[in-house]
């Protein structure tokens, strides 16, 4: 049997249920062996509306993981996470170019979902910048969240599956060869939690019910690693995409509680549910 083989370059989320747990977890639930590279380390603030801190970690640390799992071993597709800094994107986009890596996914990140996001440490403008300029022509596919879109595509606030459009052509002109506009349960004025996925010529709408729940932290790393570890398979992009969108929406179904504030989806339940169809 032939193992195929994962990268993240992302944070770890203390809570378990975003960063490269939430990576991690998902190579693991769909049959990939999956390998991190830190970032950096989210703690969360127990005595302080569940405020995030990021403590970023060395460079040179990063650098030794990604030698670790690049040159030492080799990976069949990848993805990035919660970076934190110009320097670190820079690294991340060098190891892409010098290494020539083909199936990378980069997902944005810029926020985390769940807790107050007044209290959150948003991606500074420069990481903003760092990210179009290094990092989405490298991109097999990118995957924003319609905050991280308009951040991206520098456009304003998107509303709707138009604005959804406009901002995937632009992150494609940007250099993304695809790119997943993911409105999510986030969109407005429609019980559909609708995604667009756009190839640089055409549009795929992809909606699934939207489920009523604040438990969807870590989300869009899930989704992400869904479509990394599909990628690491060798299927398709469009194929990748679809599994990923059911492997989240049956996540998201099952989600749960830790404590008040937002609880993790469900990594498990796409397997369970395979288990159970059969
Ligand atoms: O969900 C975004 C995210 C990504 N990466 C890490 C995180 C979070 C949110 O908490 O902690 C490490």
Same mark, same amino acid.
């Given at each position: 049997?032939?193992?195929?083989?994962?990268?993240?370059?992302?944070?770890?989320?203390?809570?378990?249920?975003?960063?490269?747990?939430?990576?991690?977890?998902?190579?693991?639930?769909?049959?990939?062996?999956?390998?991190?590279?830190?970032?950096?380390?989210?703690?969360?603030?127990?005595?302080?509306?569940?405020?995030?801190?990021?403590?970023?970690?060395? +460079? @040179?640390?990063? /650098? *030794?993981?990604? !030698?670790?799992? &690049?040159?030492?071993?080799?990976?069949? $597709?990848?993805?990035? #996470?919660?970076?934190?800094?110009?320097?670190?994107?820079?690294?991340?986009?060098?190891?892409?170019?010098?290494?020539?890596?083909?199936?990378?996914?980069?997902?944005?990140?810029?926020?985390?979902?769940?807790?107050?996001?007044?209290?959150?440490?948003?991606?500074?403008?420069?990481?903003?910048?760092?990210?179009?300029?290094?990092?989405?022509?490298?991109?097999?596919?990118?995957?924003?969240?319609?905050?991280?879109?308009?951040?991206?595509?520098?456009?304003?606030?998107?509303?709707? +599956? @138009?604005?959804? /459009? *406009?901002?995937? !052509?632009?992150? &494609?002109?940007?250099?993304?060869?695809? $790119?997943?506009?993911? #409105?999510?349960?986030?969109?407005?004025?429609?019980?559909?939690?609708?995604?667009?996925?756009?190839?640089?010529?055409?549009?795929?709408?992809?909606?699934?019910?939207?489920?009523?729940?604040?438990?969807?932290?870590?989300?869009?790393?899930?989704?992400?690693?869904?479509?990394?570890?599909?990628?690491?398979?060798?299927?398709?992009?469009?194929?990748?995409?679809?599994?990923?969108?059911?492997?989240?929406?049956?996540?998201?179904?099952?989600?749960?509680?830790?404590?008040?504030?937002?609880?993790?989806?469900?990594?498990?339940?796409?397997?369970?549910?395979?288990?159970?169809?059969?």
């Amino acid at each position: 049997m032939k193992h195929f083989k994962a990268m993240t370059i992302a944070g770890s989320d203390t809570s378990g249920g975003a960063g490269m747990q939430a990576d991690l977890k998902t190579f693991q639930e769909l049959g990939v062996y999956g390998m991190t590279a830190l970032t950096c380390v989210v703690t969360m603030d127990p005595f302080h509306h569940w405020a995030h801190s990021v403590t970023m970690l060395d +460079v @040179d640390l990063l /650098k *030794k993981q990604l !030698a670790t799992i &690049v040159n030492g071993i080799g990976v069949d $597709a990848m993805k990035t #996470g919660m970076l934190g800094s110009p320097e670190v994107i820079q690294t991340a986009a060098d190891t892409i170019r010098n290494n020539k890596l083909k199936s990378v996914v980069i997902d944005p990140v810029m926020i985390c979902k769940g807790a107050e996001e007044e209290l959150q440490p948003e991606l500074q403008p420069e990481n903003t910048a760092a990210i179009r300029e290094l990092l989405l022509p490298q991109a097999l596919i990118t995957t924003p969240n319609l905050y991280e879109a308009a951040k991206l595509a520098g456009t304003s606030v998107i509303t709707n +599956v @138009d604005g959804m /459009k *406009k901002a995937a !052509a632009r992150l &494609v002109a940007l250099g993304a060869k695809n $790119a997943l506009v993911k #409105g999510g349960s986030r969109l407005k004025d429609t019980d559909q939690a609708i995604d667009v996925l756009y190839d640089g010529k055409n549009f795929d709408v992809i909606a699934r019910e939207k489920i009523d729940t604040p438990n969807i932290h870590g989300a869009g790393c899930t989704y992400a690693a869904a479509i990394t570890a599909e990628l690491a398979k060798g299927n398709s992009v469009p194929d990748a995409v679809h599994v990923a969108k059911d492997f989240v929406t049956a996540g998201i179904r099952a989600s749960f509680p830790l404590n008040q504030y937002a609880g993790p989806t469900d990594h498990s339940a796409y397997k369970r549910q395979l288990i159970a169809n059969k």
